[in-house]
């Protein structure tokens, strides 16, 4: 199952699963009770002051750019413990750092025992944030486009004269590994690429910028497309690159690992599976408050999978209505093909791949044996 790559604190697992850790969870939703999802991966606002030319929001630009306040975020935690999930990621379609709910939401997840992480571009991410934050989280993960700060600035901003945003991010990230070594925090700290066909020349200074900022790993990954392919990824391009990932993961040493999601990269823009079970343990909520099975279907044209908005209702209750598992259930259908009927490479794609081998018999999930990996409640 796991493809675990060993660092300093422990097994990294970026490019798989850990269901077998959860199999209370497998074992209930095999047996067709209505189970809580292991994770959520949500943001606190859709604002960001960054313009990625690979961010997927951008395509969910349907829905207003709202802030989640304060109280309804904290409620949202309360509920998310009453309930029984166990981590939650702030990424999904906003910056998170942005708002005032950010720091007090992160520390009260962490007082009711959830694990918290957070992708950032760290722009908005100074040390009085990073200090108040950072012993409540599990990990960091930074979006830096490129290695370099004239390729980062025309990905992520206005323009290559823009390298003010990439000494700003830079200056955060060596910011928080200087905090988490002075003061022994477990956190993981991390840089990723969001890997787009004409992007290879970016390949080796990235993996060298990661060597350079002392952080724990930097990750490859591929560029998720909608249904509509409205990015225009061609898959097909990836195969010429993989020499450079390889060479770029080769340039691992002690303190930093480069990885590549391998399984994704290769995957393509057709799923092995037709069912999608993974959003039944791996949910999605937008920065508006919207409730989906996945960020995949934000969008209006989705709306039919909408299920609640958290700032409307009590989460809790959204989670136990009829709509919900209704929703559940049409996406584990014969009715709904995820080869067709959505975006490529989804968030909950690992969990569903090994879900829909399980259900087949291909590959059944077993019992996590021996240590845990790191970050086990994020899937």
């Known amino acids: 199952m796991s493809k675990a790559v060993q660092t300093r604190e422990g097994a990294l697992i970026l490019d798989s699963h850990k269901l077998s850790y959860h199999m209370d969870r497998v074992e209930a939703w095999e047996a067709g009770e209505r189970i809580a999802p292991v994770s959520v991966d949500m943001s606190l606002t859709r604002a960001c002051g960054a313009m990625c030319s690979f961010c997927y929001a951008m395509m969910q630009e349907s829905q207003v750019r709202s802030s989640i306040k304060t109280d309804k975020a904290l409620k949202l935690v309360d509920d998310f413990a009453e309930i029984g999930i166990r981590s939650v990621s702030l990424v999904s379609d906003g910056e998170s750092t942005m708002v005032p709910a950010y720091v007090p939401f992160i520390q009260h997840a962490s007082k009711l025992g959830i694990d918290v992480g957070n992708a950032t571009n760290g722009w908005e991410w100074g040390p009085e944030k990073i200090e108040q934050v950072l012993p409540h989280l599990t990990w960091v993960r930074f979006t830096v486009a ?49 890997l787009m066909p004409d992007l290879k020349d970016e390949i080796i200074p990235f993996a060298q910028l990661g060597l350079d900022l ?64 993974g959003p039944q343990f791996l949910l999605q909520i937008s920065g508006s408050g919207l409730v989906a099975p996945s960020g995949m279907f934000f969008n209006a044209r989705h709306s039919k999978l909408h299920i609640g908005n958290f700032t409307e209702e009590r989460f809790a209750d959204i989670w136990k209505s009829e709509r919900y598992w209704r929703t559940m259930n049409y996406l584990a259908s014969p009715s709904f093909d995820a080869q067709t009927m959505m975006g490529t490479l989804p968030i909950q794609h690992y969990v569903s791949v090994a879900l829909d081998n399980h259900a087949k018999g291909i590959r059944r999930i077993q019992p996590g044996v021996g240590d845990k990996p790191l970050h086990v409640n994020f899937l």
Not at 153 to 178: C, Q, W
Not at 236 to 246: A, D, P
Request: aromatic share 12%; glycine share 6%.
């Open 146 to 194: 490129a290695g370099r700060p004239e390729s980062y600035a025309s990905l992520m901003y206005k323009g290559p004269e823009h390298t003010e945003v990439f000494d700003r991010a830079m200056e955060h990230i060596r910011y928080a590994v200087e905090f988490k070594r002075k003061n022994n925090l477990s956190v993981t700290l991390g840089i990723q690429m969001v």
């Open 214 to 277: 002392g952080v724990d790993y930097a990750v490859i990954k591929h560029c998720s497309d909608d249904e509509q392919h409205s990015l225009g990824i061609d898959y097909s391009k990836y195969e010429s690159m993989y020499g450079l990932i390889e060479q770029a993961e080769a340039m691992s040493n002690e303190q930093t690992k480069v990885i590549a999601k391998w399984d994704k990269i290769k995957d393509g823009d057709k799923p092995t599976y037709n069912r999608f079970y």
